[in-house]
C-alpha cells in the first residue's frame, strides 16, 4: 500500500494524461471515482503536467540500467571465476596474488578504453600506426580518419576517395598510408608531413578491395573484385605485374614477414599462396608468379593472416605435431633433421563458412580447425606472442584462441552490429575493433 498523500499525486498524475490525451468520458468517470474535484484538478495541472509520462520515462531508463549492470556484473564473475580457475600466475596475477603476467599472455579486457564515432557508415579497417601512437580507420563514407588511441581524441579526416574505401595499410617506416576503394583507384598518403594523397594509382577495373606494402616498402599489392592481384612500384606509381588465377572476386591479399610468400583469398572459397622473388619484383622481370591452391572452405573466404614465428611452437603443439629444441621436427611418426624449414610458414584463413584455419604453407595442408563463431569470420589476427589468435565476425564478437588447445579461450560482445576489423599493435597492449555499427573501439589488454 502507497501513502495517502502518493496516491493522491498519482490520481492527479492520471487525470492530467487523461485530460490532455483527450480521453473525456474516462477522465470524468476517473475524477466521479477518484473523488478528485475539478477545481482541486485544475490547481494543480500546470504542476502535474507530464507527470506520468516522465515517471514511465524514467522507470523503463532505470530498468535498462538495471539490466546493463546486471550483464555488467555476470561478466565480472565469470572473468573472477575464469582467474581464480587459471592455475599458476596466471589465475593469480589478475587477482593481485602472483608475479605480473607476461606481455605474450595479456588478451584484450573488457570494458573497451574508449569508443571512437566520427565515420557516418559502416566501419570497413582499423589499423595501428607502426610508430605513432595512432591509428588509421577507413569507411563506407569515403573517408579515412586518424585517431590518437593514447587519449581516445580524434586528429584529422584523409579525403579524396569518391566511394567506400575498403583498406588501409601503412609502409614499414609509417611515412605512407595506402589505401583502396570501389571508386577503382589506390592512393599513397603523405603521413610525414602534409597528409595530402601524393600518388593515385589507377588499373584495376573494379571495386579494390585489399592493399598490402611489401616488407621494404617499395612496392603496393592491391586485390581487386576483377580476379586480379596487381604489384604497384611506389616511387613511379606504375603498376609491374598482373596476377591472375582466381575465379572470381579476391577479397583480401597480405604479404610474409620476409617477403617470401603473398596470400590472397577470394569469393571462390580458395586461398591462393603466391612465391615472391626479388627478381619478380623488378620492373622489366618475365620470372613467372607460381601459386598453390588452399581448398577446404565451403563459403567465401573473407580473410587471411601470417603467423609470426613466435607462433610456431603453439601450432605444432595444437596440430599433434612437435618441434625439439635440436630442431628437429616429428612429421608422421618420422623424426628428421632440419636444415631446412620442413614446416611452415603458417597462415590463417576465416571465411563465411563460419570456420578459421590455418594452413601449414609447405606442406599445403589444414592442420587445426577452430570453430565457435555463429556467422561469417571477417577479419583475424595472430598475437604478436605468438600464443593466441584474434578474430571478429557478424556474430558481433571479439573471440581468443588458445592455439595450443583450439579453444575459445574468450569471447567479447564487442560490437552492437557485425564486427569488420581487427588489429593488435605490436608492442603495445592494445587492440582495435570496427563494425557495421560505425565505431571503432580500443581494448587495452592485460
Request: glycine share 6%.
Amino acid at each position: 500500500m502507497i501513502a495517502q498523500r502518493h496516491k493522491d499525486e498519482l490520481n492527479r498524475a492520471i487525470a492530467e494524461y487523461l485530460s490532455s490525451n483527450n480521453y473525456k468520458d474516462t477522465f470524468d468517470a476517473f475524477l466521479r471515482e477518484s473523488e478528485l474535484s475539478p477545481d482541486e484538478f485544475a490547481q494543480n495541472d500546470k504542476r502535474n503536467s507530464g507527470v506520468l509520462e516522465k515517471k514511465w520515462t524514467t522507470v523503463v531508463r532505470l530498468q535498462k540500467k538495471i539490466n546493463e549492470l546486471e550483464q555488467l556484473l555476470k561478466k565480472r564473475e565469470e572473468e573472477l571465476e575464469t582467474y581464480r580457475q587459471g592455475g599458476g600466475a596466471g589465475g593469480r596475477n589478475m587477482l593481485g596474488l602472483g608475479e605480473k603476467r607476461s606481455p605474450s599472455d595479456w588478451i584484450p579486457r573488457p570494458p573497451e578504453k574508449f569508443t571512437l564515432t566520427g565515420h557516418r557508415m559502416t566501419v570497413t579497417r582499423c589499423i595501428f600506426h607502426p610508430i605513432y601512437s595512432v591509428l588509421a580507420t577507413c569507411s563506407e563514407d569515403a573517408t579515412i580518419k586518424i585517431w590518437d588511441y593514447e587519449s581516445g581524441n580524434f586528429e584529422r579526416t584523409l579525403k579524396g576517395h569518391t566511394d567506400v574505401v575498403q583498406d588501409i595499410a601503412f609502409d614499414p617506416n609509417g611515412k605512407l598510408l595506402c589505401s583502396c576503394s570501389a571508386d577503382m583507384s589506390i592512393r599513397l598518403w603523405d603521413f610525414q608531413d602534409t597528409y595530402a594523397c601524393i600518388k593515385t594509382l589507377q588499373g584495376h577495373d573494379h571495386n579494390v578491395s585489399s592493399v598490402s606494402f611489401t616488407p621494404t616498402g617499395d612496392h603496393v599489392v592491391s586485390a581487386s573484385r576483377d580476379k586480379s592481384i596487381k604489384i604497384w612500384e611506389v616511387s613511379t606509381g606504375y603498376c609491374i605485374r598482373t596476377l591472375t588465377g582466381h575465379r572470381e572476386w579476391v577479397r583480401q591479399v597480405r604479404i610474409y614477414q620476409d617477403g617470401s610468400y603473398m596470400a590472397s583469398c577470394s569469393h571462390d572459397q580458395t586461398v591462393f599462396v603466391w612465391q615472391i622473388s626479388t627478381s619478380m619484383l623488378s620492373s622489366n622481370s618475365n620470372v613467372e608468379c607460381k601459386y598453390f591452391e588452399l581448398r577446404g572452405h565451403e563459403n567465401v573466404v573473407e580473410c587471411v593472416a601470417w603467423a609470426p614465428d613466435s607462433a610456431t611452437n603453439s601450432i605444432l603443439e595444437g596440430a599433434g605435431l612437435t618441434q625439439n629444441n635440436n630442431n628437429q621436427n616429428l612429421l608422421n611418426g618420422e623424426e628428421t633433421t632440419v636444415k631446412k624449414r620442413t614446416s611452415g610458414p603458417y597462415l590463417a584463413s576465416g571465411s563465411r563458412d563460419k570456420i578459421i584455419k590455418i594452413w601449414d604453407v609447405t606442406t599445403l595442408q589444414c592442420i587445426i580447425t577452430l570453430s565457435g563463431h555463429n556467422n561469417w569470420v571477417r577479419s583475424c589476427i595472430f598475437h604478436p606472442g605468438g600464443k593466441y589468435l584474434l578474430s571478429v565476425s557478424d556474430d558481433k564478437t571479439l573471440r581468443i584462441w588458445d592455439l595450443k588447445t583450439k579453444r575459445n579461450s574468450k569471447t567479447l560482445e564487442a560490437h552492437t552490429h557485425f564486427v569488420t576489423s581487427i588489429d593488435m599493435h605490436k608492442f603495445g597492449p592494445y587492440v582495435c575493433t570496427a563494425s557495421v555499427d560505425q565505431t571503432v573501439k580500443l581494448w587495452e589488454c592485460r
